[in-house]
């Protein structure tokens, strides 16, 4: 069975930065693609990034470009979503996440995911 597990988040002043990983199990990088959904109260989820199988290509909202990056650690088996130059309106609950195909559509609808994470921007 697909495991993931959340960590990293917390409460950080806008312009600041958190890392978030997720230590994944029960399957390899190439086989299914890894990221990261996130969701605040009252709103839709949102697919915010995604790392393919593969040569790992890298897809973001347009509203992270520039400022998260999504990365793997094949040996401890960790995806990482590293935010920098946060702002409020990143203030969610985020997800790791796992799909077959790659996409933040996909990222967003999967079934796999972990408990989430907290961040909290002010």
């Known amino acids: 069975d697909v495991q993931l597990v959340e960590s990293g988040g917390g409460s950080v002043q806008a312009g600041g930065s958190l890392r978030l990983s997720c230590a994944a199990s029960?399957?390899?990088?190439?086989?299914?693609?890894t990221g990261w959904f996130r969701q605040a109260p009252g709103k839709e989820r949102e697919g915010v990034a995604v790392?393919?199988?593969?040569?790992?290509?890298?897809y973001y909202v347009d509203s992270v470009k520039g400022r998260f990056t999504i990365s793997r650690d094949g040996v401890k088996n960790t995806v990482y979503l590293q935010m920098n130059s946060l702002k409020p309106e990143d203030t969610a609950m985020y997800y790791c996440s796992a799909a077959a195909s790659c996409g933040l559509d996909m990222i967003r609808r999967s079934g796999s995911r972990g408990q989430g994470t907290q961040v909290t921007v002010s």
């Open positions: 029960g399957y390899t990088y190439s086989t299914y693609c």
């Open positions: 790392i393919c199988t593969g040569g790992g290509s890298t």
